[in-house]
Nanobody
């Protein structure tokens, strides 16, 4: 499985951004999808997860601001990020887990700065 992440950029605090992660084939019925982020000097952390059964979980720091979703027809998972804060600045990665395997996309940079 190959994952292609896109949508990062430079935004001001309070603005919104949507990240996309396109999978090379249909996997959502068998794989849990997640978004992670890593800021300089920090460990990679989980931001949001969408399981194959459509159960969503979010890090406390993004609850109420971020929404993970998927489009089965496009084999794409999204991360809608609203009310962005400077502390959301990081490289964001998408991940797929299934059948005891884990796949990572390349990161996409999100910078929140005035």
């Amino acid at each position: 499985v190959q994952l292609q992440a896109s949508g990062g950029g430079l935004v001001q605090p309070g603005e919104s951004l949507t990240l996309s992660c396109a999978a090379s084939r249909s996997i959502f019925s068998t794989h849990d999808m997640g978004w992670y982020r890593q800021a300089p000097g920090n460990q990679r952390e989980s931001v949001a997860e969408l399981t194959s059964r459509r159960i969503t979980t979010y890090a406390d720091s993004v609850k109420g601001r971020f929404t993970i979703s998927r489009d089965n027809a496009k084999n794409t998972v999204y991360l809608q990020m609203n009310s962005l804060k400077p502390e959301d600045t990081a490289v964001y990665y998408c991940n797929a887990r299934g059948f005891n395997r884990s796949y990572w996309g390349q990161g996409t940079q999100v910078t929140v700065s005035s």
